[in-house]
Protein backbone atom coordinates (compact mmCIF):
# COMPACT_ATOMS: atom_id res chain seq x y z
CA UNK A 1 0.00 0.00 0.00
CA UNK A 2 3.03 2.46 0.83
CA UNK A 3 4.45 1.26 -2.48
CA UNK A 4 1.35 2.33 -4.29
CA UNK A 5 1.09 5.90 -2.33
CA UNK A 6 4.28 6.48 -3.06
CA UNK A 7 4.45 5.72 -6.62
CA UNK A 8 0.94 7.95 -7.09
CA UNK A 9 2.99 10.67 -5.16
CA UNK A 10 6.05 10.69 -7.50
CA UNK A 11 3.51 10.12 -10.59
CA UNK A 12 1.81 13.47 -9.76
CA UNK A 13 4.94 15.36 -8.59
CA UNK A 14 6.39 14.86 -11.95
CA UNK A 15 3.29 15.59 -13.74
CA UNK A 16 3.20 19.35 -12.07
CA UNK A 17 6.78 19.81 -12.78
CA UNK A 18 6.63 18.61 -16.12
CA UNK A 19 3.33 21.39 -16.92
CA UNK A 20 5.21 23.98 -14.78
CA UNK A 21 8.20 24.02 -17.57
CA UNK A 22 5.74 23.63 -20.39
CA UNK A 23 4.03 26.62 -19.23
CA UNK A 24 7.68 28.54 -19.03
CA UNK A 25 8.72 27.53 -22.17
CA UNK A 26 5.63 28.66 -23.62
CA UNK A 27 6.00 32.36 -21.86
CA UNK A 28 9.23 32.66 -22.75
CA UNK A 29 8.46 31.64 -26.84
CA UNK A 30 5.56 34.39 -26.23
CA UNK A 31 8.30 36.87 -25.10
CA UNK A 32 10.87 36.44 -28.01
CA UNK A 33 8.04 36.41 -30.39
CA UNK A 34 6.51 39.66 -29.08
CA UNK A 35 7.77 42.46 -31.34
CA UNK A 36 9.36 45.49 -29.55
CA UNK A 37 8.92 49.43 -29.57
CA UNK A 38 10.71 50.24 -32.88
CA UNK A 39 10.88 54.12 -32.34
CA UNK A 40 7.89 54.08 -35.52
CA UNK A 41 7.37 57.60 -34.38
CA UNK A 42 9.60 60.99 -33.60
CA UNK A 43 8.76 64.23 -32.45
CA UNK A 44 11.38 66.88 -31.98
CA UNK A 45 10.95 70.06 -30.48
CA UNK A 46 13.99 72.18 -31.02
CA UNK A 47 16.33 75.05 -30.85
CA UNK A 48 17.23 76.43 -33.67
CA UNK A 49 20.49 78.10 -34.30
CA UNK A 50 23.01 79.58 -37.05
CA UNK A 51 26.74 79.55 -37.74
CA UNK A 52 26.93 82.83 -39.31
CA UNK A 53 29.29 85.81 -39.89
CA UNK A 54 29.22 88.79 -38.09
CA UNK A 55 27.04 91.29 -40.93
CA UNK A 56 24.04 89.09 -39.94
CA UNK A 57 22.24 89.73 -36.26
CA UNK A 58 19.96 86.71 -34.73
CA UNK A 59 17.74 87.78 -31.86
CA UNK A 60 15.22 85.98 -29.62
CA UNK A 61 13.98 81.83 -29.44
CA UNK A 62 14.56 80.15 -32.93
CA UNK A 63 12.21 77.16 -32.64
CA UNK A 64 11.50 74.07 -35.11
CA UNK A 65 9.52 71.12 -34.98
CA UNK A 66 10.32 68.43 -36.60
CA UNK A 67 7.89 64.91 -36.95
CA UNK A 68 9.35 61.42 -38.79
CA UNK A 69 7.34 58.19 -39.16
CA UNK A 70 10.48 55.71 -39.34
CA UNK A 71 11.21 51.99 -39.38
CA UNK A 72 13.80 50.00 -37.58
CA UNK A 73 15.37 47.44 -38.92
CA UNK A 74 17.57 45.23 -36.00
CA UNK A 75 20.72 44.06 -36.54
CA UNK A 76 20.99 40.29 -36.26
CA UNK A 77 20.28 39.92 -32.50
CA UNK A 78 22.57 42.39 -31.47
CA UNK A 79 21.60 45.74 -28.97
CA UNK A 80 21.64 47.63 -32.69
CA UNK A 81 19.66 48.34 -35.58
CA UNK A 82 19.45 50.71 -38.64
CA UNK A 83 16.33 52.97 -39.21
CA UNK A 84 15.21 55.18 -42.38
CA UNK A 85 12.12 56.95 -42.22
CA UNK A 86 10.33 59.97 -43.88
CA UNK A 87 8.44 63.19 -42.29
CA UNK A 88 8.81 66.84 -42.10
CA UNK A 89 11.20 69.54 -40.94
CA UNK A 90 10.52 73.11 -39.95
CA UNK A 91 12.33 76.00 -39.01
CA UNK A 92 12.06 79.79 -37.35
CA UNK A 93 14.83 82.15 -36.74
CA UNK A 94 14.24 85.29 -35.64
CA UNK A 95 16.28 88.73 -36.90
CA UNK A 96 17.58 91.55 -34.94
CA UNK A 97 17.02 94.51 -36.27
CA UNK A 98 17.45 93.30 -39.96
CA UNK A 99 15.38 92.43 -42.71
CA UNK A 100 16.38 90.21 -46.01
CA UNK A 101 15.87 91.80 -49.10
CA UNK A 102 15.29 89.41 -51.67
CA UNK A 103 14.43 91.36 -54.70
CA UNK A 104 17.93 92.14 -56.67
CA UNK A 105 18.37 91.76 -60.38
CA UNK A 106 21.24 91.36 -62.20
CA UNK A 107 24.46 89.12 -62.42
CA UNK A 108 24.90 90.37 -58.93
CA UNK A 109 21.82 89.98 -57.14
CA UNK A 110 21.87 87.51 -53.74
CA UNK A 111 20.09 87.32 -50.45
CA UNK A 112 21.06 90.58 -48.31
CA UNK A 113 20.72 91.08 -45.13
CA UNK A 114 20.41 94.95 -44.06
CA UNK A 115 19.48 97.33 -40.95
CA UNK A 116 15.46 97.34 -41.33
CA UNK A 117 13.93 99.46 -43.83
CA UNK A 118 10.71 99.15 -41.83
CA UNK A 119 10.19 99.05 -38.09
CA UNK A 120 9.35 95.53 -37.69
CA UNK A 121 8.59 94.48 -33.96
CA UNK A 122 9.61 90.80 -35.36
CA UNK A 123 11.07 89.45 -38.50
CA UNK A 124 12.20 86.05 -38.97
CA UNK A 125 12.57 83.71 -42.22
CA UNK A 126 10.88 80.40 -42.06
CA UNK A 127 11.84 77.25 -44.02
CA UNK A 128 10.17 74.08 -44.75
CA UNK A 129 11.92 70.36 -45.93
CA UNK A 130 10.73 67.77 -46.64
CA UNK A 131 13.41 64.94 -45.39
CA UNK A 132 14.46 61.45 -44.59
CA UNK A 133 15.93 60.54 -41.94
CA UNK A 134 18.67 57.48 -41.50
CA UNK A 135 20.14 56.40 -38.11
CA UNK A 136 22.13 53.60 -36.30
CA UNK A 137 20.72 52.80 -33.32
CA UNK A 138 21.78 51.27 -29.75
CA UNK A 139 18.91 50.17 -26.92
CA UNK A 140 20.39 48.69 -23.61
CA UNK A 141 16.59 46.91 -23.69
CA UNK A 142 16.31 45.72 -26.64
CA UNK A 143 13.20 43.70 -25.52
CA UNK A 144 11.43 46.61 -24.48
CA UNK A 145 13.09 49.79 -26.20
CA UNK A 146 10.62 52.53 -24.41
CA UNK A 147 12.50 51.59 -21.41
CA UNK A 148 16.38 51.91 -20.37
CA UNK A 149 19.55 53.64 -22.20
CA UNK A 150 19.16 54.20 -25.90
CA UNK A 151 21.40 56.28 -28.23
CA UNK A 152 21.56 57.24 -32.30
CA UNK A 153 24.05 58.87 -34.85
CA UNK A 154 23.01 59.73 -38.19
CA UNK A 155 22.31 61.49 -41.00
CA UNK A 156 19.11 63.29 -42.64
CA UNK A 157 18.66 64.31 -45.82
CA UNK A 158 15.72 66.82 -47.39
CA UNK A 159 14.58 68.91 -50.30
CA UNK A 160 13.21 72.76 -49.58
CA UNK A 161 9.51 72.50 -49.94
CA UNK A 162 8.69 76.32 -48.50
CA UNK A 163 10.37 79.50 -47.44
CA UNK A 164 8.99 82.65 -46.52
CA UNK A 165 10.24 85.95 -44.38
CA UNK A 166 7.80 87.79 -42.25
CA UNK A 167 7.68 91.13 -40.91
CA UNK A 168 5.01 92.71 -38.14
CA UNK A 169 4.84 96.28 -37.53
CA UNK A 170 2.15 98.73 -36.73
CA UNK A 171 1.34 101.80 -38.99
CA UNK A 172 -1.12 104.19 -37.15
CA UNK A 173 -2.34 101.48 -34.63
CA UNK A 174 -2.60 98.85 -37.41
CA UNK A 175 -1.41 95.42 -37.36
CA UNK A 176 0.51 95.02 -40.81
CA UNK A 177 2.16 91.87 -42.11
CA UNK A 178 4.56 91.64 -44.82
CA UNK A 179 5.67 88.50 -46.14
CA UNK A 180 7.63 87.31 -48.90
CA UNK A 181 7.20 83.44 -49.93
CA UNK A 182 10.36 82.87 -52.18
CA UNK A 183 13.19 79.63 -52.01
CA UNK A 184 15.38 82.26 -54.34
CA UNK A 185 19.21 82.01 -53.37
CA UNK A 186 18.32 78.70 -51.08
CA UNK A 187 19.96 75.67 -51.55
CA UNK A 188 17.11 72.86 -52.87
CA UNK A 189 19.10 70.47 -50.61
CA UNK A 190 19.91 70.13 -47.10
CA UNK A 191 22.19 67.46 -45.07
CA UNK A 192 22.89 67.41 -41.62
CA UNK A 193 24.82 65.05 -39.35
CA UNK A 194 22.24 63.99 -36.47
CA UNK A 195 23.20 62.09 -33.19
CA UNK A 196 20.42 61.34 -30.08
CA UNK A 197 21.17 60.07 -26.24
CA UNK A 198 18.71 59.61 -23.39
CA UNK A 199 16.73 56.79 -21.62
CA UNK A 200 13.12 55.50 -22.66
CA UNK A 201 10.93 57.72 -24.78
CA UNK A 202 12.85 60.67 -24.53
CA UNK A 203 16.14 61.46 -25.35
CA UNK A 204 18.00 64.78 -26.28
CA UNK A 205 18.82 65.40 -30.01
CA UNK A 206 21.03 67.67 -32.44
CA UNK A 207 22.02 68.57 -35.79
CA UNK A 208 24.38 70.49 -37.79
CA UNK A 209 23.93 70.72 -41.37
CA UNK A 210 26.78 69.95 -43.41
CA UNK A 211 26.18 72.20 -46.33
CA UNK A 212 25.32 76.18 -46.14
CA UNK A 213 21.46 77.24 -46.39
CA UNK A 214 22.32 79.80 -49.72
CA UNK A 215 24.16 78.66 -52.66
CA UNK A 216 27.51 79.75 -52.67
CA UNK A 217 27.77 83.47 -53.51
CA UNK A 218 23.97 83.92 -53.56
CA UNK A 219 24.03 84.52 -49.43
CA UNK A 220 25.81 84.61 -46.56
CA UNK A 221 27.74 81.82 -45.55
CA UNK A 222 24.98 80.46 -43.34
CA UNK A 223 24.73 77.02 -41.39
CA UNK A 224 21.98 75.92 -39.22
CA UNK A 225 22.06 73.77 -36.08
CA UNK A 226 19.70 72.51 -33.98
CA UNK A 227 19.47 70.94 -30.16
CA UNK A 228 16.27 70.15 -28.72
CA UNK A 229 14.16 67.02 -27.20
CA UNK A 230 13.03 63.99 -29.17
CA UNK A 231 9.83 61.87 -28.04
CA UNK A 232 9.69 58.49 -29.86
CA UNK A 233 8.05 55.65 -29.51
CA UNK A 234 5.02 52.81 -30.76
Not at 6 to 15: D, G
Not at 95 to 122: C, H, M, P, W
Not at 153 to 171: D, E, F, N
Request: contains cysteine; aromatic residues 14%; proline residues 3%.
Amino acid sequence: MQLRLATLAIFLFSSVLSFAQDVEKSSTKKSVLQKPSRDFVMLQFTYEGWSRPDSVRTTGFGRGFNGYICYDFPIGKSNFSFAAGIGIGTSNIYLDNQQIILTDTGASAQARFVNEQQDYKKYKLTTAYLEAPFEIRFFGNKENRNKGFKMALGLKAGTLVGAHTKGRRGVEGTKLVDKENTRRFMETWRFAGTARIGWGNFTLMGTYNLNNLYKAGLGPQITPYSIGLCISGL
